[in-house]
Nanobody, 112 residues
Framework: EVQLVESGGGLVQPGGSLRLSCAAS????????MIWVRQAPGKGLEWVSA????????YYADSVKGRFTISRDNAKNTVYLQMNSLKPEDTAVYYC?????WGQGTLVTVSS
C-alpha cells in the first residue's frame, strides 16, 4: 500500500523558514519523481515543485523560485521542501504526491 506522510508544518512569521518532510512507503521510492503541491484556504491546488527520481532535476513554480528548495534522500525514502523567506501568501496545506497518491497534508501558516 502506497503511503505518503507529510510533516514539518506549523506557524511561522513572515520571513521565516520551515522544512517539510514527506516519508514514503509501499513503492520503489527511488524510481519515481516526487512533487509538492499546496492548497491555500478557499483556493484550488497549486503545483509547487518537483524532483526527478535521482534528485538531479528540480522544478519550481515561479511563485516559490529562489525561496524554496526541493530535495530527496532515496536511502530514507523521504522528500523534503525547504521553505525560506516565507510570505503570508505561502499559507496553505502542503501535500506531497507520487504515482497518483497523495499524503494527508501538513498545514503551513505564515503570519505575524
Amino acid at each position: 500500500e502506497v503511503q505518503l506522510v507529510e510533516s514539518g508544518g506549523g506557524l511561522v512569521q513572515p520571513g521565516g523558514s520551515l522544512r517539510l518532510s514527506c516519508a514514503a512507503s509501499g513503492f520503489t521510492f527511488s524510481s519515481y519523481d516526487m512533487i509538492w503541491v499546496r492548497q491555500a484556504p478557499g483556493k484550488g491546488l497549486e503545483w509547487v515543485s518537483a524532483i526527478g527520481s535521482g534528485g538531479g532535476t528540480t522544478y519550481y513554480a515561479d511563485s516559490v523560485k529562489g525561496r524554496f528548495t526541493i530535495s530527496r534522500d532515496n536511502a530514507k525514502n523521504t522528500v523534503y521542501l525547504q521553505m525560506n523567506s516565507l510570505k503570508p501568501e505561502d499559507t496553505a496545506v502542503y501535500y506531497c504526491a507520487a504515482i497518483g497518491h497523495w499524503g494527508q497534508g501538513t498545514l503551513v501558516t505564515v503570519s505575524s
